[in-house]
């Protein structure tokens, strides 16, 4: 059964306190594996996407990598608006199939 | 570009009611995902759409529940009898899914369903 795991469950930075958040994964033909941001009261939006092993991607103060097993997403001197929970997301190799989530990660950034 | 809209926004039913729930995907969007969070829980597939055929429905938790896509636009999704477990928060997506790199979905702002 597809899995996907995310840690820590809540993070608390400085502003400023570079981090990282991680996402293990576990399942068969990885297609893509997607990084998301929500806001409280608002739907998952979009970050980016992430194909093969070695991959990454960069927006602003984000950074995301991948590897066989799992993916980082880098936090580089992050502002009280990087605030919100970063999930995480896998589907299979077919393609246009449902995404399997983790939990997500809590992430408050304080000034 | 206007994004995916949900309606409604929130949603509080007695046990026994009916609550019909639509999602409006992104203009031509073939592909149409439900999607639900029930508190504590990581957010769970319900079913898929390909234009107006149900792709895929293994994430539907019983015969509540029932989903259509009228002309491959938009989605309504019925609850019929509500029970208190339904609650939580559903979202629906849509992808253009034309060929590769065009599989991501992106997201309404979700219902807030809440079952009294």
């Known amino acids: 059964e597809d899995q996907v795991t995310q840690s820590p469950e809540a993070l608390r930075l400085q502003e400023g306190e570079s981090s990282s958040l991680n996402c293990s994964y576990t399942v068969s033909g990885l297609r893509g594996l997607f990084w998301y941001r929500q806001d409280p009261g608002k739907g998952p939006e979009f970050l980016f996407t992430l194909y093969s092993a070695g991959e990454e991607k960069e927006k602003e103060r984000l950074k995301a990598t991948l590897t066989k097993k799992e993916s980082f997403l880098h936090i580089t001197a992050p502002k009280p608006e990087d605030s919100a929970t970063y999930l995480c997301?896998?589907?299979?190799?077919?393609?246009?199939?449902?995404?399997?989530f983790g939990k997500g990660t809590r992430l408050s950034v304080i000034a | 570009e206007a994004g995916v809209t949900q309606f409604p926004s929130h949603s509080v039913i007695e046990k026994g009611q009916t609550v019909t729930l639509r999602c409006d995907p992104i203009?031509?969007?073939?592909?149409l995902y439900w999607y639900r969070r029930v508190m504590g829980k990581e957010i769970k597939f319900l079913l898929h759409f390909v234009k107006e055929s149900k792709q895929d429905e293994s994430g539907m938790p019983n015969n509540r529940f029932l989903a259509e896509r009228t002309g491959g636009t938009y989605s309504t999704l019925k609850v019929q009898p509500a029970e208190l477990e339904d609650s939580g928060v559903y979202f629906c997506?849509?992808?253009?899914?034309?060929?590769?790199?065009?599989?991501?979905?992106?997201f309404g702002p979700g219902t807030r369903l809440l079952v009294l």
């Open positions: 997301a896998v589907y299979r190799s077919s393609g246009n199939t449902p995404l399997v």
């Open positions: 203009s031509g969007h073939d592909n």
């Open positions: 997506a849509s992808s253009q899914g034309r060929g590769p790199y065009q599989e991501t979905q992106y």
